[in-house]
């Protein structure tokens, strides 16, 4: 492994910048029908399924002793040969679409709000917002780990800010449990999707090197704060917007006044540029491993397809995170555990200094392969 290169508040917000994007909005819509009671038993079930499914990876890793992404580790554990050599591939361009719908979403979401509130061209709020978020990028796995860092905190504090505005009016969440089952499966899928930073473990594995239990507590620790931004703007959309609205900082600036727009406005854009941040990041540094290639290259690839797609494409927002969440969540579903298995059996270090121990027993992985695949169906339901 490589020497510490970040802190463990820096690895902690790596996980939450990849996490806190589009999808805290789309909770409160979807938690609507099924009440108070079905959120807080969702939100529990889905952080602890996301939590095992990340720690598998790390574990991985540290059982693997040198850092590498997700496809290279595929290669060392499951695919071998001629055959496992062509599959790879065509799980690397699967896995490389799935990477660019969401970096191409987060762009097209905040660009709108920027031209919005600006009142330049979307286009012009495209650009601006993609040469923020790949250029920090561009300096590598320091400067987007001090980068998230006050990311973090922004969201936090604009999480807050909501929060205590919302304080003088009275809750009227609905309580329930109630709602079909179709209806409790898109809440799922849509807090996996919000808590999902799966391609930053390596990352987070790398940056702190051999501090194998700050990086399995740095994991926990950012899906925690993940989980609790969800909820908290889950509670106030809930309970006070008239209309709880399909993104949700719509429906309290409503009740709040224009204020809670702008804020909301700020802390859709910080969310969104800050996923762009660690899944870029990601997408670089399995390309430069997949291909061979500069690491200069590989954050152009990574980055610049994501602003063409939007030039020449023609998919909506909401298209690209169902699209993505979907698709990642099977392809990770297909591979995880058994490289998991794998690795726990014939990886190269075999005191890992951490493991999941118990938490790693078959009738647990079962369970998270079942929630892996419920969060790929419920990513796919539309609900009205």
Known sequence: MTTRLLTRWEATSLMVGAGVGAGIMAVPFLAESVGLAGLALILPVAWAASSLIHLMLAEVLFRTGR?????????????????GRWLLWVVFAFLSIAFLANLAAYISGAGEIVADLAGINLRLAEF?????????????LKAVGIAERFGAIVLVGLVAAIGFGALPLPFHAPLGPSGSSAQWLALYGMVMYALWTFYSVPQVVKGLGPDHRGAARSILVGLAINGVLTAAVALVALGISTEVTRIAIIGIANRLGSWVGLTGSLLIIVALVTSYWSVSLALADILRERTGISSKLSWLLATLPSLLILWVGAWQFLEYLRLAAGATAIVVALITIPMYLQARRK????????????????????????????????SLISVN
């Open 347 to 378: 990886g190269p270090v075999r005191d890992p200094g951490w493991k999941l121990g118990r938490w790693g027993s078959p009738v647990i992985l079962a369970l998270v392969l079942l929630s892996l695949v419920l969060m790929a169906v419920g």
């Open 67 to 83: 850092d590498m992404q997700i496809v290279e580790l595929m290669q060392l554990y499951l695919l071998g040969g001629r055959i």
């Open 128 to 140: 601006l917002i993609y040469a923020i978020s790949a250029g920090v990028v561009f300096f590598g």
